[in-house]
């Protein structure tokens, strides 16, 4: 059954199944000035027009506990191991009743910050572009905001289509990418190092 969600809400989708196997660990879990990866990105980009769906799967107990007192939607992806990130966003998508937009991240952005999602949902409302994508000196990052009239797309995702690059390859004249100053929307964290080598640059 579909999880309890308004039409005029937003969906915040946040990717937290993976296993993080070139980091060694949960990656999810590792602190990062005293807050762990996961919970700043939800803590973050939680705004009050938006319904926060978290996506688990690999340790997902010690996830959902380490999330305890934040108001979050859990969704549990059961193909995590052999989906890919294409799954988790199906599994995401289709617990939730249809919102007006979804916004999609990976879980290990840990310097995303609120000022960021609220821009992308400005935008958004300012231009009704079907696919809104924040960039830094050209390069698109994340979140990835989709409208509505996208959802079916999202329910079909496949990694064999190249996932959510295979919508924007479709729909290329509906994507609206801006500017937004910072590269913050780039830094993802794949290996420990990344957190001394990849640092923010605001503009």
Same mark, same amino acid.
């Given at each position: 059954?579909?999880?309890?969600?308004?039409?005029?809400?937003?969906?915040?989708?946040?990717?937290?199944?993976?296993?993080?196997?070139?980091?060694?660990?949960?990656?999810?879990?590792?602190?990062?000035?005293?807050?762990?990866?996961?919970?700043?990105?939800?803590?973050?980009?939680?705004?009050?027009?938006?319904?926060?769906?978290?996506?688990?799967?690999?340790?997902?107990?010690?996830?959902?506990?380490?999330?305890?007192?934040?108001?979050?939607?859990?969704?549990?992806?059961?193909?995590?191991?052999?989906?890919?990130?294409?799954?988790?966003?199906?599994?995401?998508?289709?617990?939730?009743?249809?919102?007006?937009?979804?916004?999609?991240?990976?879980?290990?952005?840990?310097?995303?910050?609120?000022?960021?999602?609220?821009?992308?949902?400005?935008?958004?409302?300012?231009?009704?572009?079907?696919?809104?994508?924040?960039?830094?000196?050209?390069? !698109?990052?994340?979140? +990835? =905001?989709? $409208?509505?009239?996208?959802?079916?797309? %999202?329910? @079909?995702?496949?990694?064999?289509? &190249?996932?959510?690059?295979?919508?924007?390859?479709?729909?290329?004249?509906?994507?609206?990418?801006?500017?937004? !100053?910072?590269?913050? +929307? =780039?830094? $993802?964290?794949?290996?420990?190092?990344? %957190?001394? @080598?990849?640092?923010?640059?605001? &503009?």
């Amino acid at each position: 059954m579909a999880l309890n969600i308004a039409e005029s809400e937003f969906a915040f989708i946040v990717l937290a199944a993976g296993e993080s196997t070139r980091f060694g660990e949960n990656k999810l879990l590792y602190k990062v000035n005293n807050s762990s990866i996961i919970r700043r990105v939800v803590e973050e980009c939680s705004l009050e027009n938006f319904k926060t769906v978290v996506v688990v799967g690999h340790e997902k107990e010690l996830i959902m506990k380490e999330l305890e007192g934040l108001n979050v939607l859990f969704v549990i992806n059961p193909e995590y191991k052999t989906g890919g990130m294409s799954s988790s966003i199906k599994a995401g998508v289709s617990n939730i009743r249809p919102s007006k937009a979804y916004l999609i991240t990976p879980g290990d952005m840990p310097y995303l910050q609120s000022w960021i999602c609220k821009k992308i949902i400005d935008v958004y409302a300012s231009s009704k572009a079907k696919i809104v994508i924040p960039s830094f000196e050209g390069k !698109g990052g994340h979140p +990835i =905001l989709f $409208d509505a009239t996208l959802r079916e797309e %999202l329910l @079909t995702v496949n990694e064999e289509t &190249k996932g959510l690059k295979g919508i924007l390859r479709r729909h290329e004249n509906d994507v609206l990418k801006f500017e937004i !100053g910072t590269s913050r +929307i =780039l830094i $993802d964290i794949d290996y420990k190092s990344d %957190l001394d @080598t990849r640092k923010p640059i605001d &503009k």
